[in-house]
């Protein structure tokens, strides 16, 4: 007699588990049809209760690692367990931020024409030190273990691997194919000496890596089972190119073939010398050293994070989920200081905000209405209290910044440049300002060589020595300067010259 089951199941991380239980339900005998809804945590089944029993399909779905849920459980993780993850990433992003982590591992040297491929490659290992901290966090949430099936046993490590692989050779794929176009545009301009993307889009784009990895180390998690909706699903070619036993390995391809375009200094130094060298195969070839030279390093990582989770799955994955999200929300800081959109300040504020929304929103408040609205307010009040601790701070702190004399109608403002963060100066609005930055030996390094102030259109390059800055503010407020991979960053205090 045929019948229908309705399950709700715990444990999917990913579109590869719905596929995972689809396969293991649909090679049982008696069951007829079935479909599994990662987005939403659910199983609808046809069997046959002649054949197999609706305990045995239960069992079935739990022999593959999943949990079936009983009627009136939720998906979601319990509130103590939310509020733990949520404190944890808070924490860690505060730590990273305000440790400059990441800018002590910009390489000193970056590409430039004359290198030969030899070394270039060498520049490629040298840089993927910092593609480990930037893009990291990307490449380990395509190797976190997904429960994939082993087949057999000869074959199991290699499916492990097939990720990390996946994702390296649409890094490679990329990387070449932009220095094709790059070296081809050089040929037809007869030459480049010099191009770059805008920090404006280069900041749009690291705004929406950023956003795609919080969302997915956050389903990683299991914490929000709303936003599971928001999965990046890679198109069904690629599943088709990759075959049905390897299509846990399409998603990572897709993503590597992305980041390639995802801009960053030494990434946007090779772009130059695939412009400069005027030849589509010579630009090809100089871009597929390089990053061949990035692949050790970043196939080291994500082999190593398959590999280890065949036997700790569950607690390399809810670790590496924690660094998706913390490497996200920093590469959003870095898109937000970028395209101007979003400070430093702006987001902590946002961060704390939406953790205190999602540790209340994890508490068995009823009804719903009140467990919304009391959501609404924590986050409402977080940010008027960080907008408010910001404002004040911005005050209080402008007499311990670098002030100007004025001197013959410009404001002087001396400062040293520091190889982590820029100086922060205040002036006063309505006069011409030069700004004199001392550079001493071993501070100027491939991130905060390049200063930009784009509220007043200023792209600056540091050298070692005197630097000289000019501009005119023309109103008061607070105006941001970055580096240009929006890692590094200060402010210039405009005041009303009262």
């Known amino acids: 007699m045929e019948k229908q089951l309705h399950l709700k199941i715990s444990g999917m991380t990913c579109v590869n588990c719905q596929n995972k239980i689809e396969h293991g339900l649909a090679a049982r005998q008696g069951v007829l049809a079935a479909s599994v809804s990662y987005a939403k945590g659910t199983a609808e089944i046809k069997y046959d209760e002649s054949e197999i029993s609706r305990q045995e399909i239960i069992r079935v779905i739990e022999d593959l690692d999943y949990e079936v849920l009983q009627s009136g459980q939720d998906l979601a993780p319990d509130s103590v367990t939310v509020i733990s993850y949520l404190v944890m990433i808070v924490a860690l992003y505060i730590l990273l931020q305000s440790t400059g982590v990441l800018t002590r591992l910009v390489p000193g040297r970056l590409a430039d024409a004359g290198m030969g491929y030899g070394m270039l490659f060498v520049v490629g290992l040298i840089t993927s030190v910092h593609c480990v901290a930037m893009c990291g966090g990307i490449n380990l949430s395509q190797s976190l273990p997904r429960g994939t099936e082993d087949s057999k046993e000869g074959t199991g490590r290699l499916e492990a691997l097939a990720p990390s692989l996946a994702y390296n050779l649409g890094r490679v794929c990329s990387y070449t194919a932009v220095g094709f176009l790059l070296g081809l545009l050089g040929m037809l301009l007869g030459g480049g000496n010099g191009t770059g993307i805008s920090a404006l889009l280069q900041g749009i784009l690291k705004m929406l890596a950023g956003c795609v990895m919080v969302v997915m180390g956050v389903n990683l998690l299991g914490l929000f089972p709303g936003l599971r909706r928001f999965t990046l699903r890679p198109p069904r070619f690629l599943f088709r190119f990759f075959g049905e036993r390897r299509e846990n390995a399409a998603g990572p391809f897709l993503v590597g073939l992305l980041n390639g375009l995802m801009p960053c200094g030494p990434l946007q130094s090779m772009w130059l010398v695939a412009l400069a060298a005027a030849n589509p195969f010579t630009g090809a070839l100089s871009m597929l050293l390089f990053s061949l030279g990035t692949v050790p390093l970043m196939l080291g990582l994500g082999s190593a994070v398959s590999l280890l989770g065949r036997r700790f799955t569950d607690k390399v994955m809810k670790v590496g989920a924690i660094l998706v999200i913390v490497l996200g929300l920093a590469m959003l800081s870095q898109g937000g200081a970028l395209s101007g959109w979003l400070s430093q300040e702006t987001l902590l ?123 005119t503010p023309t109103q008061p407020g607070t105006v941001r300067t970055s580096c240009w991979m929006g890692m590094i960053h200060g402010t210039i205090v405009v005041t009303d010259g009262a």
């Open 349 to 471: 504020g946002l961060i704390a905000a939406l953790a205190a929304a999602g540790a209340l929103y994890s508490l068995p408040i009823r009804p719903k209405w009140l467990k919304y609205g009391a959501t609404a307010a924590a986050a409402v009040l977080v940010v008027a209290a960080f907008t408010l601790w910001n404002t004040r701070s911005a005050a209080a702190s402008g007499n311990a910044q670098g002030e100007a004399s004025v001197v013959d109608g410009v404001q002087v403002v001396s400062s040293t440049l520091s190889s982590g963060s820029y100086p922060n100066i205040t002036v006063q609005a309505g006069l011409p300002v030069r700004w004199v930055v001392e550079a001493p030996a071993g501070t100027v390094n491939g991130c905060n060589y390049r200063m930009l102030i784009q509220e007043y259109g200023i792209d600056h390059a540091f050298s070692e020595g005197e630097n000289v800055i000019e501009f």
